[in-house]
Each structure stands twice: as structure tokens, then as C-alpha cells.
């Protein structure tokens, strides 16, 4: 079991490397960034002792709530206890390099745009054991994980969220061999989707088709709104048991005023995304441009750290370690073999016999960018970036993709001097 285990980590990473062309099918999670949708008018309004009821509800009916709170200076998806763990009057900046938490002169509770933490972690662990060795009377026992855990409500998923794991599902549900764990984690998700009332400053979501507003699929979605007398939030339901758990809490039908103030929001925070990528023009630009000086001009400030691929919700690249214990009693566990979160950017993610393929920074962000614009069409036919703009956000040296992208796009150079790996 084990070595299949093993097997199937190094072929995802050889395919992710190099580019193995797939169609996509996934069992019982959709992958496409399509789904019912009722049209998009909000069709209830709840006041904020009405979500919070919601909230209960949900754990009443056994779900385990994954939403935004604040966390180490910064707002990211954790478990919450009750709707007061969410992020009451707390704003953010964000910009390349830059983040910073500000209290905002309202009660909103999802007044800031992405957080820092997506929710790949809660379906895609940065640790996972595969498999691990207990001692017992006649030597060893072979144990495997159980992937089973309480049901999951994940609170407050932007449109970018959502298109996130709609992206990861591609990758790691979709057709087999299929990531059992994943799969199991990721099935009958409840979703509460929050169309986005603030532009982030690095979000690029509208040129990615994956915001402001969520497009789903979700259970429930909310437009949270301040209309003067406090704020409220608009509900309409994507799926039977969103309608039914928003039949349970009192409601009443949203009025026009309101619906004319969300449909206004999301326009003024259209307006005020102004990062822009190309998609299209990328995919060519990167995949015929290998060659471009800028690559190397990157690589100069580029720390390859790691960072853009560690908050990235799309990206799932991941390495095998095993951990030891000689000394225990029966029933102690004596080997680990783990699946932990590695980067494209780390020198041993590439190392086969006799040295790293990519031995060089700008090999490593060209890869990486290369990637996520341009060869994920050909392996999963969409893009690997939902513009959420945390790669920029938690870059150290404030690199932007859209400039990148921009630049290697605007001057085309076949055949120039670069180094290479
Ligand atoms: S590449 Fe950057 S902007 Fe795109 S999904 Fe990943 S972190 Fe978000
Ligand atoms: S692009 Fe930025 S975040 Fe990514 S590896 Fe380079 S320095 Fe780190």
C-alpha cells in the first residue's frame, strides 16, 4: 500500500513538472466554475442576530465552522467557536510586500477582501501521514490513517475561495488515480459564500472570472450591507439544504433598497479592482517567451523563498518524509511516513540522481509562473491562478505576477541571452 502511496506522489509531481495533458472528471464534487445559480437576486435578509442563529444552526446540525478570524496580525480561515470569532470592524491594506490590519468605523464582520490563509489546508493538510508502523508483540503493525472527520461549513468563501478549491478538486478528485484523503475531506462541504463589499488591493479577480461576486457552487450566499440602521446581510440559497437550513432562522424578504445597495457595492468594487492579467494573452506569452530577459531580472530579486506557493490556494505540490522511533513500548508508533507542503522554489523538489533540474532561481519563478498561467491549461484546461492576489500580498520583495506577466507579454524576445539551469 505504501509504495503505491509513494508511487502516486512521485507521478502527480512528474505530471505537475511536465505537463501531462488530462480531461477532467471528478466524483461527486464539481470541478467546473459553473453551477446552478438562481440569477443572482438576493432573495432574504437577515439581520446580524439572524446570521449569527445561522451559524448555530449549522452546528446544531453537526458541522464544524472553517471561517475568517484574526490570527498572528492577520485574518485567516481557522475554526471558529460561535459568529464572534469572526472579524467584527476589522479592515485590511494590502498591497505588494504588504499587510496590515485597521479597524474599520462599522460592525461589518467581512469587511476586507482575501485572507491570508485559504482554505487549502483544510482539505489539503501541510502534514499528512500516509501510513505509520506501530510496535507490537511480533514485530510491527501496519496502521493507515483514517481520513473521516466531523462535516465542514466553511464561513465567508469569496468567489476566488470557492474557485480556489473548484481548481484543487481538478487536481486532486479529478480523474484517477484520485487522492483518497482529499476526496473524503472535500465531500459534502457546506458552503457559505460572502460576495466581496471591499476591493483588495491585490486581488485581480475580475480578469481570473472569479469575482467580486462568488459564482458558486455554494449553499448559501450573503452580500453583507450597511444601510444605516446596522448591518444586514442578503441570503439567497444555491442548493436544497442551503434553502433549508435559511428556512430555520428568521428572515424577512429583502426590499429594494437593499437589493439596489448590494448590486451598488459590487459595481463600485468592480470599479476599484485595478490589477489586470490578460489570461489569454498570458498562456501564450509565458509558454513562447522561455528565453525573455525578464526572467532573469525576476530571479535578481526573487529570494525563492517559497512564500506565493505556501498562501497560493491552487497550488498542491507536496514532498514524502518519514520520521523514526527505535525506542517504545508495544503500541507505539515507530515510523511515520508523512506527505508535508513542498514548493516548486526549494532546491530538492527537483533533485533526481546527480543534482536539482532547476537549479536556478529564475529556472524556478519561470517554472512556477509558467505553470500557473500557461501549462495548467494543457494539464487541467483552465487556468491555475483565481487572482486572489496572496502571492503578491506575501511576497517579501513585493514581485507582482501581473507585472511579470504584463512585462514578458509587452516585449516579446525569442532567443536572447539568459542563464539557464
Ligand atoms: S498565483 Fe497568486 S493570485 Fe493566483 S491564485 Fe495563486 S496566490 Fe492567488
Ligand atoms: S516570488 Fe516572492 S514569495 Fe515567491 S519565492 Fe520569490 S521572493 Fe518568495
Redesign the pocket.
Known sequence: MWFLTAGLAVFRRLRACFGVARKLRLPGISTARKFRYNGGMPQRSLSSRGFADLLSQLQQQGYALIGPTVRDGAIAFEQLSSAADLPRGIGEEQAAGRYRLVERDDERLFGFASTSRSFKHVFHPPRQQLFALRRSKDGSQLVAPSHHRAPVALIGARGCDIA?LSTLDGVLAGEPPVDAGYAERRRDVFIVAVHCSVAGGTCFCTSMGTGPRAAGPFDLALTEIDGGSGVEYLVEAGSERGQTVLDTVESKSADQEQVELAAETERQVREAITRRVDAHAARSALRDNPEHPRWNEVAERCLACGN?TM????CFCSTVEERNQFQGEEGDETMSRDRVWDSCFTSDFTHLHGGSVRASTMSRYRQWLTH?FSSWFDQFAQSG???????ITWCPVAID?TEEIAAIAKQPEHGSEVGHD
Open positions: 480556489g506565493c498562501v497560493c490556494p491552487t500557473k491562478c483565481v487572482g486572489c492576489g496572496r502571492c505576477v
